[in-house]
């Protein structure tokens, strides 16, 4: 199983993850020629596509699911939530499947276990995937940490996890009152700190690859999200990998997390 990050931040969010021929785009937060664009950049072809799973239905994550499904023909799973806030924008016939976020359920080559998370949208959920051998997590947009977070990311190989400000720059930044609270809120997003205090009580043997994603290009800088995480993982802040808003970040083969 191997995952890339095709952009990862406020102006747009996908990631895809693959293994044997199944191949899952996660969120869809760029319009279908761009998606397109960074799946070459990627060396993948949209063709090659089986689905489209979304998150939640804040526009940096959906922006452009109803163009990517109709131009890629493949179905789009999402919560029942989030399928009530975006189904005006889709194509009538396009294929939705609904899950539910306490249930797993099988594409293809890959398992998917859904779980929903405290974040402002109507039904939001994260997810982590399995083939059986191997199990990547990957947890953006979350406000607050539940136990049950914990436990679904526990055990897991490979992790992409939200740090998305710091305290100090978003408390001295330039947002509203009003954005600044959305955004410290038990709904809102991970602060690094907070991102830290998850990874230490989920950090196993198994764990061996962590990246910071959705970082506020306003609010946060890489190399603070780096050192917070290598301080839960007692690790350099240079093995923490950085998913950027323009490149992604690269294709990891979850597999070598045992290497």
Avoid at 146 to 160: K, R
Avoid at 178 to 200: C, D, F, M, Q, T
Avoid at 208 to 227: D, F, G, I
């Amino acid at each position: 199983m191997r995952f890339a990050i095709l952009g990862s931040g406020s102006r747009g969010n996908a990631a895809l993850i693959e293994c044997g021929r199944t191949a899952l785009l996660l969120d869809c937060g760029f319009s279908a020629r761009e998606t397109a664009a960074r799946l070459a950049r990627h060396d993948r072809h949209h063709g090659k596509l089986s689905a489209i799973l979304i998150t939640h239905e804040h526009s940096d994550h959906c922006r452009g699911a109803a163009s990517c499904a109709r131009r890629f023909g493949v179905p789009v799973w999402m919560t029942a939530g989030t399928w009530s806030a975006l189904k005006g924008q889709f194509d009538e016939g396009t294929d939705i499947r609904l899950i539910n976020p306490h249930e797993a359920f099988a594409i293809d080559d890959i398992e998917v276990q859904p779980f929903p998370v405290p974040h402002d949208a109507r039904e939001p959920c994260q997810f982590s995937f399995s083939n059986g051998d191997t199990r990547f997590g990957f947890l953006t947009d979350i406000g607050s940490i539940t136990a049950h977070v914990i436990e679904m990311l526990s055990g897991c190989d490979a992790l992409v996890l939200e740090c998305n400000h710091d305290a100090r720059m978003l408390r001295d930044g330039p947002y509203p009152p009003s954005l600044k609270a959305r955004i410290e809120g038990p709904h809102g997003h991970l602060e690094n700190k907070v991102a830290a205090e998850l990874l230490s009580q989920i950090m196993s043997p198994r764990l061996r690859y962590v990246a910071a994603a959705h970082l506020s290009e306003t609010n946060n800088t890489p190399a603070l999200a780096q050192a917070a995480l290598a301080r839960a993982l007692d690790c350099e802040p240079e093995w923490i990998d950085v998913a950027e808003q323009e490149e992604g970040l690269a294709f990891h083969h979850v597999a070598e997390a045992w290497a």
